[in-house]
């Protein structure tokens, strides 16, 4: 059975975003490009929420073909324009979209149907609100958090409204010469 993984940059005071939605606090260099960029190689499907769907679609299919595009760039834009998308959303439509499926509703039952699926890891990138909803629905079997040597006080939380607890097990950790801190986990079952 394929699991969903959680990638997410978050501050010190777990928040993944400002309160404006900021993301400018990121640290992102060459170093953390590459492992991540080797990680998600392995995925053949991205999960994401509209918002940043949109985002992503907004750059990614064309990075590689501008004139100043960095490895990452060219790299990225290759697996975005492969990878199987999935969209959470209520008010998006499947017609047009390449790769792309939408999913609006049943979520527990679609989402647990993919899993089912042929495929490897399923990579849910960013998405608070997303993320947000599977883990509600206890959806979500780990987590890939690049902790940013940063304390917001404020912004959008990783884990809001938790009813149960969620007990965890450590894969990995990683620290990069940037200060960010990589914490790899798997959710207990």
């Not at 949109?54 to 990878?83: G, L, R």
Request: net charge negative.
């Amino acid at each position: 059975m394929r699991k969903i993984f959680s990638f997410m940059h978050i501050s010190l005071d777990g928040f993944v975003a400002g309160p404006n939605g900021e993301m400018n606090w990121i640290k992102v260099d060459q170093e953390i490009f590459d492992y991540v960029g080797k990680r998600i190689s392995e995925g053949d499907t991205a999960l994401y929420g509209r918002v940043t769907y949109e985002m992503m679609e907004s750059y990614w299919p064309t990075a590689a073909d501008k004139p100043n595009a960095s490895k990452h760039d060219i790299e990225h834009s290759e697996w975005y324009k492969k990878v199987h998308k999935i969209v959470l959303s209520k008010t998006m439509k499947e017609e047009g979209l390449s790769n792309t499926r939408i999913i609006s509703d049943n979520l527990s039952e679609r989402i647990n149907e993919i899993k089912q699926e042929p495929g490897n890891d399923i990579l849910l990138f960013g998405s608070p609100t997303a993320t947000h909803s599977l883990i509600q629905l206890n959806l979500i079997d780990g987590y890939w958090l690049f902790v940013n040597p940063i304390i917001l006080g404020r912004g959008i939380p990783l884990f809001v409204d938790i009813k149960d607890r969620i007990k965890l097990n450590l894969l990995n950790t990683r620290q990069f010469t940037s200060g960010v801190t990589e914490l790899s986990y798997a959710v207990d079952r």
